[in-house]
């Protein structure tokens, strides 16, 4: 939120991913998988942060998957 419109916002993540209960989710450095709710970020969380900005340039690069085993 402390972008101006002539900023550039870069995101850039790389790293493991899972789809839980319908949402599509990002690990941090302390995932666990009996708690994804609360171990992970929820992507929409991020996008949407991201769509909040007042920076007329956003990119964002995600190299992440998941192995379509659900948790």
Same mark, same amino acid.
């Given at each position: 939120?402390?972008?101006?419109?002539?900023?550039?916002?870069?995101?850039?993540?790389?790293?493991?991913?899972?789809?839980?209960?319908?949402?599509?989710?990002? %690990?941090?450095?302390?995932? %666990?998988?009996?708690?994804?709710?609360?171990?992970?970020?929820?992507?929409?969380?991020?996008?949407?942060?991201?769509?909040?900005?007042?920076?007329?340039?956003?990119?964002?690069?995600?190299?992440?998957?998941?192995?379509?085993?659900?948790?």
């Amino acid at each position: 939120t402390y972008a101006t419109a002539t900023d550039t916002i870069i995101f850039y993540y790389a790293g493991h991913g899972f789809y839980h209960n319908g949402q599509n989710l990002i %690990s941090c450095v302390d995932t %666990s998988l009996s708690s994804l709710g609360d171990t992970t970020v929820d992507l929409n969380y991020i996008l949407a942060s991201l769509d909040k900005s007042k920076s007329n340039k956003v990119m964002a690069f995600l190299d992440c998957c998941h192995s379509a085993r659900r948790f």
